[in-house]
């Protein structure tokens, strides 16, 4: 990916809109590393994220992107997930920080004992303020989209948060045209989304126009998994305590977004490439984050993450 | 979720936006334009449907506007209160549509949905007929620049489907839009609720045979092509990985650009060429309006943030005052006089308002005297900077044309603006008495003090015989400055356009200036094109006789308009630029001048090298 490989137009079949996406990211990107002494980009290991780390790799080409990489690991995400990230770093040769709320792993919280709120809670928004608190940085750069979810619709690009990193969804500085005001004062921040009007589908258009590569996760395989709570949970290790009931097997299954293991469900799936999965995708009619645990916790969660400072 | 397949037929993306009053049923249109495109999941589909049945407001129907009042105080007052994002597609086009609100605090929000979109639909409620709101989004639309406007004529289940309400209201509409002389208009009755001529043609509303609302968005071209225009590279960022590679990021706002091409930057006025294009798919030969690029030059020159990078033979204005549209979008009004932050492209200025014109009353469209502009309200008016900005009309290019404001203390954007023109004038000069004399000042400098007078055609070669002429005149220890027809424009001569009055002015106060630096002591020269006879007489008569040397640079009209370096030939015989010399403005060629140089098809170098000579042969230098 570094520098961005010089291909012919010709074999870049870029439908006008990606390419009007792409552009527009770019654009963000650019801004945020003018506009602020210290970004840090939010990197989930995801699909998001691989796009959104391929498109800073060419907001910035020949040069390497002028910040640094954040990992919130819960110590729960797929062992797959941090093999591919160790291993991508070392060929990209970027600075990943990763952080872990060590406070809360010592006091023993885990998505089994403490229930997906106040896990989510303690060991992703407390750890993500906790990081960026500690290192000072004043803009957090996501992959988010505001396909995603009713709450992430109403969001800015650049999105003002506090000193205690808490959004004012009612509050929120208009941006018009290109013009993305980041002005803060010392302690306070701004979430910057690059890939806001990006949607699933142009997500995975993209990977496949770019050939960018993913987590094996996605791709559908022979996994072992039981069914809990209507998801299909995939066993990664051998802290998943299996109840009396349960039984582990073998299905071809994919997942559609990762997070941590025991809260990500997995999908019944025969899609084994990228074309299989814009296949499957135009077809499907289940939203991505349906097999997401933490969205449904209650009415208006996700809206109420974001107001204490989840990404 | 269709796709959008590449090749023929892509027409890339369509941004639009959804406005009008309250309870019109924007949210409705477009949780009915999701559905209809199958953008609604399946789990979404289920939350519709228990939520339809606690919350909703569409009695045992389906409420479609729940799919996207996103926020929880949205739900519970049954109003959207922000702007909210959606997007769907059809397998001609990708749609980002802007819902936004209709309560008049939340006009900022409908202002920014605005500013991104290409086409606006309008909502009127047949019960109603045109409101307020109606009319102000409409400004704010035609403000805003866009072109294509749909009035969507809702809620015709509840008026019977009867079309002589629909034609009443197209016939107040178009009335009413006269005035604002914008848009070009689509009325389309429609039901959002129902379902009528959203995306299916309404087999209740037979006498209407145009498109339904999605064939229209699907179709609709969007004139004013910015790829036909000079380009301009907004610079967001310097990249420079190392020595090697020093290159200018930026987005082109307009036209096409292509490695070999001759730049100018603004506002420096620098000129290079293209070397190397990188975009997001590599090294490129050329790149077009809306491509993210990095841009390297021919010669190094200096460039940050801020600057424009744009075509040499249409350079980019610049100017520190305008005159412009402001929509407030604070609760505390504007106070002409404070200072902003100004934010345009990639420039970030003070800036003050000067006066306000006028605020715009939006039911009529009347103007109306203020002191301020409070919350929601737009005014006319003019503004100055602390420094000078590049910058285009924003009807010509909104990317290069449309600012906002930032409070500096509370850094909150308060409001925006759309650049009608910019504005020439200059501060008053300042005099101040000196004690020391001429004599001493010119002798301590080892030369006798004089003006260099250059005149002739736009093109001739003055400037550049004249820089040419005092690098050597400093290689050998001199003390000069050159004052230049186009950069005391910039200046100075701010306020002066190109009438006979303004070129008389002109010539005055730089005949002055001249007088000045002599009375320093240092060798002047002026390199003005300076038409009319009487004016180089009265700059002559300002010196002592001796002291100015007249230097016509003669070169034939044709062989200055072949060569057209500012493109300014090419706009005077288009009928763009009036009061041009030469072409509808008189040159009165001098009779007698002290250096004659028959400038044509001699080098620069040899013409100054002449001149050189002459001041040599005078004792001067």
């Known amino acids: 990916m570094l520098p961005t490989p010089a291909k012919p137009r010709y074999m870049t079949q870029k439908p006008a809109y990606l390419r009007q996406l792409e552009a527009q990211s770019i654009m ?69 920080i990763v952080h872990t709320n060590t406070a809360g792993q010592e006091a023993g919280i885990t998505p089994f004992s403490h229930g997906s709120a106040r896990y989510t809670d303690v060991m992703k928004t407390q750890a993500l303020k906790e990081a960026l608190s500690q290192h000072g940085f004043d803009v957090a750069i996501g992959g988010a989209r505001r396909d995603e979810e009713a709450s992430r619709a109403k969001e800015r690009i650049f999105s003002f948060r506090t000193k205690n990193h808490r959004w004012d969804a009612k509050n929120q500085r208009p941006e018009l045209w290109n013009l993305l005001n980041g002005r803060i004062n010392p302690g306070e921040s701004v979430r910057a989304f690059p890939m806001s009007n990006w949607t699933e589908l142009d997500v995975w258009r993209y990977i496949q126009c770019e050939d960018i590569p993913l987590v094996p996760l996605y791709f559908a395989a022979r996994r072992p998994v039981v069914e809990r709570g209507g998801m299909v949970v995939m066993v990664d290790d051998e802290r998943m305590a299996l109840e009396p009931d349960e039984t582990v097997e073998e299905r071809m299954v994919r997942f559609r977004t990762l997070g941590c293991y025991p809260l990500t469900g997995a999908i019944e799936s025969e899609a084994t490439s990228v074309a299989d999965i814009v296949e499957e995708l135009s077809n499907s009619r289940l939203s991505e984050r349906a097999n997401r645990a933490i969205d449904h916790d209650e009415a208006g969660s996700m809206e109420k993450k974001k107001q204490e400072g989840y990404f | 979720m269709a796709e959008v397949q590449a090749g023929t037929g892509d027409k890339g993306l369509l941004r639009f936006l ?56 949205e739900r519970e007052q049954g109003i959207t209160i922000d702007v909210a994002y959606r997007y769907f597609s059809t397998p001609r086009r990708k749609f980002i549509v802007a819902d936004t609100p209709g309560h008049e605090q939340y006009t900022r929000n409908m202002a920014t949905g605005a500013s991104n979109s290409d086409v606006a639909v309008l909502l ?36 019977d489907y009867d079309q002589q309400v629909f034609l009443d209201i197209e016939r107040d509409y178009a009335e009413f839009a006269q005035k604002l002389g914008t848009s070009i208009i689509q009325a389309i009755p429609l039901s959002a609720l129902a379902g009528d001529n ?16 999605l064939s229209y968005l699907e179709t609709v071209t969007i004139r004013d092509d910015p790829q036909n225009k000079a380009f301009r590279l907004p610079v967001q960022l310097v ?13 082109l706002s307009a036209g096409n650009m292509a490695v070999g091409d001759k730049v100018r930057v603004g506002p420096s006025g620098e000129l290079s060429a293209i070397a190397s294009i990188l975009t997001p798919d590599g090294e490129a030969e050329c790149a077009s309006s809306g491509d993210a690029v990095t841009v390297t030059l021919q010669d190094e020159v200096d460039i940050s943030r801020g600057n424009v990078i744009a075509a040499a033979d249409d350079p980019v ?25 100004l934010r345009l492209g990639a420039q970030s200025v003070n800036a003050s308002i000067t006066e306000l014109k006028y605020v715009i009353n939006y039911e009529d469209n009347s103007h109306i005297a203020g002191k301020t502009l409070n919350f929601n ?111 005391v424009r910039h200046g100075l001569n701010h306020d002066l356009g190109f009438t006979d009055e303004d070129r008389v002015e002109n010539i005055r106060r730089v005949s002055e200036v001249s007088k000045l630096m002599v009375d320093a002591g240092l060798i002047v020269m002026v390199s003005f094109i300076s038409p009319f006879r009487s004016e180089r007489r009265m700059a002559r008569q300002m010196v002592e006789t001796h ?58 170098e040899e013409l100054a090298e002449e001149v050189f000579a002459v001041l040599e042969e005078q004792n001067i230098v």
Request: proline share 5%; net charge negative; with cysteine.
């Open chain 2, 377 to 487: 309200e737009t005014g006319y008016c003019n503004l100055a900077l602390d420094q000078v900005v590049a910058f285009d009309t924003f009807e010509n290019n909104s990317d290069m044309g449309g600012f906002i404001l930032v409070d500096k203390l509370t850094n909150e954007t308060v409001g925006a603006g759309m650049i009608a023109f910019g504005l020439r004038r200059a501060d008053n000069v300042h005099w101040q008495a000196m004690d020391v004399d001429k004599q001493s000042r010119a002798a301590i400098k080892n030369q006798k003090p004089c003006i260099l007078w250059f005149t002739g055609l736009s093109g001739s070669g003055k400037s550049t015989v004249a820089n040419l002429l005092e690098k050597k005149l400093l290689a050998r220890g001199s003390h000069t400055y050159l004052l230049d027809g186009d950069n």
């Open chain 2, 317 to 341: 204005p610049v100017s520190d005052q305008f005159a412009a549209h402001i929509i407030w979008m604070h609760q505390k009004p504007l106070l002409p006089g404070r200072q902003l932050q």
């Open chain 2, 124 to 159: 009127v409620d047949a019960r109603k007929g045109l409101a307020i709101q109606t009319k102000r989004h409409s400004k704010i639309v035609s403000l805003m620049g866009i072109r294509h406007l749909v009035l969507a004529v809702n809620k015709m289940d509840l008026v």
């Open chain 1, 28 to 96: 963000i990107f650019r801004e945020v590393a003018a506009q602020f002494e210290k970004p840090v980009l939010m990197y989930s290991i995801g699909k998001d994220s691989a796009v959104l780390l391929h498109l800073a790799m060419k907001a910035f080409a020949p040069a390497k992107p002028p910040f640094a990489l954040l990992h919130v690991d819960t110590g729960w995400k797929f062992h797959e997930m941090i093999a591919f990230r160790d291993n991508l770093m070392e060929k990209l040769g970027l600075d990943l």
């Open chain 2, 239 to 251: 990249n420079r990985p190392n020595l090697n590679f020093r290159g200018f990021s930026g987005c």
């Open chain 2, 18 to 73: 959804t406005c009008g009053s309250v309870d019109d049923g924007k949210s409705t249109l477009i949780g009915h334009l999701l559905y209809d495109c199958n953008e609604v999941s399946e789990d979404g589909l289920s939350l519709l449907e228990t939520q339809s049945k606690t919350v909703g407001r569409a009695g045992e129907a389906l409420d479609y506007s729940l799919l996207v009042d996103g926020l929880l105080a």
């Open chain 2, 198 to 213: 959203i995306s299916a043609p309404s087999p209740t509303m037979p006498w209407y045979d145009g498109p339904t609302l």
């Open chain 2, 547 to 604: 002291e100015f040397i007249e230097v016509f640079v003669d070169t034939p009209l044709e062989i200055c308009e072949a060569r057209d370096v500012k493109g300014l030939y090419k706009k005077a015989r288009a009928g763009e630029i009036k009061n041009f010399t030469g072409i509808d403005s008189p040159y009165e060629p001098p009779e007698e001048a002290d250096i004659h140089l028959h400038a044509g098809d001699r080098s620069p």
